[in-house]
């Protein structure tokens, strides 16, 4: 693990948050950045219709 991630548990176990919240936060921000780059593709793809 790099320093910036022991960094950030940490300063998430200072704000009272457990391991377990710690791996939700990160689990839920690696399906928001799928869902993200999903629907990024879907509006371009239809930007691209419009303008074809």
């Known amino acids: 693990m790099n320093e910036k991630w022991i960094n950030l548990i940490e300063e998430f176990e200072e704000n009272g948050q457990t391991p377990e919240d710690i791996q939700m936060i990160i689990h839920f921000y690696d399906m928001m950045t799928e869902q993200h ?15 074809d």
Not at 37 to 51: A, F, G, L, R, T
Request: proline residues 0%.
């Open 37 to 51: 780059k999903i629907m990024k593709k879907y509006y371009e793809d239809m930007k691209n219709e419009c303008s």
